[in-house]
């Protein structure tokens, strides 16, 4: 598979997940337990397929191969990294939400 194929999926991968986990916040903020619930696996399975493609990359390179940087692929690696940080800050927003309701 071609270098730029993959860095535009781990960028279209990352942004549908972070986009899920934002919209799990809105979701908790409304007390809208299933669609919260939907929203968080929207978003973990975009964000497993992202790092699907990026493990491409590293296994690539791990076995010899040359893995040209770039700045669309720092790019990528940005979207997914933020991603991971939105996911991790949504979860416990998510986990606050729960509490002020109970």
């Known amino acids: 598979m071609e270098l730029e194929q993959i860095i535009f999926k781990i960028i279209t991968y990352s942004g549908n997940a972070k986009s899920s986990f934002m919209e799990a916040i809105q979701h908790a903020k409304k007390g809208e337990i299933d669609k919260l619930k939907n929203s968080i696996e929207s978003g973990e399975e975009d964000?497993?397929?992202a790092h699907k493609e990026q493990t491409?990359?590293?296994?690539?390179?791990?076995?010899?191969?040359?893995?040209?940087?770039?700045?669309?692929?720092i790019?990528?690696?940005?979207?997914?990294m933020n991603a991971i940080t939105i996911k991790d800050l949504a979860m416990e927003?998510?986990?606050l939400y729960k509490k002020i309701t109970e």
Do not use: Y
């Not at 491409?56 to 692929?73: F, H, P, R, W």
């Not at 790019?75 to 997914?80: K, P, V």
């Open 47 to 49: 964000l497993k397929l």
């Open 56 to 73: 491409k990359l590293i296994q690539n390179e791990a076995d010899g191969g040359k893995v040209e940087t770039s700045l669309l692929l």
């Open 75 to 80: 790019h990528a690696q940005d979207h997914l």
């Open 93 to 95: 927003i998510v986990e």
